[in-house]
């Protein structure tokens, strides 16, 4: 039986830089856009209509700094 526990990962092999990502030209995902929208309303800014997945993930990261969430 083959081990397959994570004991070895390497836990920045999953993390993957948004500009690296194969379907980061991808309009936003439906949860982004959610959660992209509950940021922005908290952070009482604009978004634009135009970002790709990749774009929405960055502004996410940006958002969430500058609300607290996900610290």
């Known amino acids: 039986m083959t081990d397959r526990s994570n004991e070895h990962a390497d836990p920045r ?3 993957k830089d948004p500009d ?3 379907t980061g030209d ?3 995902t439906a949860a982004q856009e959610s959660y992209l929208n509950t ?3 908290e952070a009482d800014t604009d978004l634009p209509d135009d970002l790709t997945k990749a774009e ?3 502004r996410i990261d940006e958002l969430q700094a ?6």
């Open 56 to 58: 929405a993930s960055k």
């Open 13 to 15: 092999g999953a993390i």
């Open 26 to 28: 991808e309009p936003p």
């Open 20 to 22: 690296e990502w194969v």
């Open 66 to 71: 500058e609300t607290g969430r996900g610290q």
């Open 39 to 41: 940021l922005a309303r």
